[in-house]
């Protein structure tokens, strides 16, 4: 049955690891998802009456008719989507992609919703279960718990003019330049602030990358990488980045933890890496293979998708910078580096 109650059930059992430790827990949360002055109803010997006995729901029902009455339906639905959002803050609570998946499944067989109501919620998540999934869910938490209690229900599809706290809104032009990219990527992107995408941008121009030979898929695979900070720590005070932004990065999921590289320059074997411009080229006269150590981290798919779709550039200073301090680390080693454009390494 698509009701709030099973709903409720549906997004528990998508939580995640170390996230609500029962169901009560888990339907207070989205009680006051659902209604912003639930929680002055949420008591010991209240709180199980909105899903059990006589009421199942009926006294929530009426709360959220009270804000209705307040603020008007797309705002109240618009709050409702936000709060959600907020509870579920980087999916720290449950799944967010599996509990859209589920509840669509539910509302293929929900026969007993009004035949409106059932297409408006289909075509809800149609539209909007990649680009703003919390709508959707916010839709049928509220469709799944007045359609209980009210008859004649009909669908009123949300008047985005009414909008004043916007979950996705910050990133709509950017999620619509997104179409190619997987779904994942897509709910990645709804999910960040325009802080954190500021924050990004700054640092993103710093960024390199190489490419290297898979024998198996016999394909040559791009690494984005962004050096070390720990190792590069003078350079990235010149240009600002503090050990805190970098860390913010990894918060954020668009930089991997920093890793040990290994480059190998051989006689007759340029080896390196470039950004949009500028080629960084390691070369050795000696006969002996000759092994660079450095650490940097590696960007994930999201941050590549995010430098495409923005439009990002690299930043030459810095990237010379960078191969003068590498210059530094080999003095003594027979081992050039030298650092040319890219039409001409080609």
């Known amino acids: ?5 099973n709903l409720f059930q549906i997004i528990f059992q998508h939580r995640k690891q170390n996230s609500w430790s029962n169901p009560r827990s888990a339907s207070k949360d989205l009680t006051s998802a659902i209604a912003k002055h639930a929680h002055a109803y949420i008591t010991d010997t209240a709180f199980n009456k909105y899903f059990s006995g006589k009421n199942k729901g009926r006294t929530l029902a009426g709360v959220v008719q009270d804000e209705i009455d307040e603020k008007g339906f797309s705002k109240y639905l618009f709050q ?17 992609a599996a509990t859209s998946e589920d509840f669509f499944d539910q509302l293929e067989q929900a026969n007993h919703l009004p035949v409106l109501v059932l297409i408006g919620l289909k075509e809800s998540y149609q539209n909007n279960h990649e680009t703003r999934p919390y709508l959707f869910l916010a839709e049928c938490l509220y469709y799944a718990l007045v359609c209980d209690h009210q008859s004649n229900i009909v669908y009123q599809f949300p008047d985005t003019n009414k909008e004043a706290q916007i979950v996705s809104k910050p990133l709509e032009a950017l999620v619509s330049k997104a179409s190619g990219y997987s779904r994942r990527i897509i709910q990645e992107l709804n999910q960040f602030s325009e802080e954190e995408l500021r924050l990004f941008q700054r640092i993103a121009p710093f960024t390199f ?18 050096i070390s900070h720990a190792d590069f720590f003078d350079l990235f005070e010149k240009y600002g980045v503090s050990g ?4 913010e990065l990894r918060e954020y999921r668009l930089i991997s933890g ?23 080229i390691f070369t050795t006269e000696s006969e002996e293979r000759i092994i660079l150590k450095y650490s940097a981290f590696h960007l994930t798919k999201t941050a590549q998708a995010l430098i495409e779709i923005l439009e990002i550039e690299t930043n030459d200073e810095f990237f010379n910078d960078l191969a003068n301090m590498f210059r530094e680390r080999v003095e003594g080693m027979s081992v050039v580096v030298e650092v040319v454009k890219v039409e001409d390494f080609e």
């Open 258 to 280: 920093g890793g040990n590289h290994e480059m190998i320059v051989e006689k007759g074997e340029p080896s390196g890496f470039q950004n949009d411009n500028l080629v960084l």
């Open 1 to 5: 049955m698509f009701v709030i109650s």
């Open 244 to 247: 805190d932004d970098i860390e």
């Open 209 to 226: 990358y190489d490419e290297s030979y898979d024998e198996f898929s016999k394909n040559y695979n791009t690494r984005y990488q962004l």
């Open 80 to 96: 409702a989507e936000f709060r959600l959002s907020q509870i579920n803050y980087k999916e720290n609570k449950f799944d967010l």
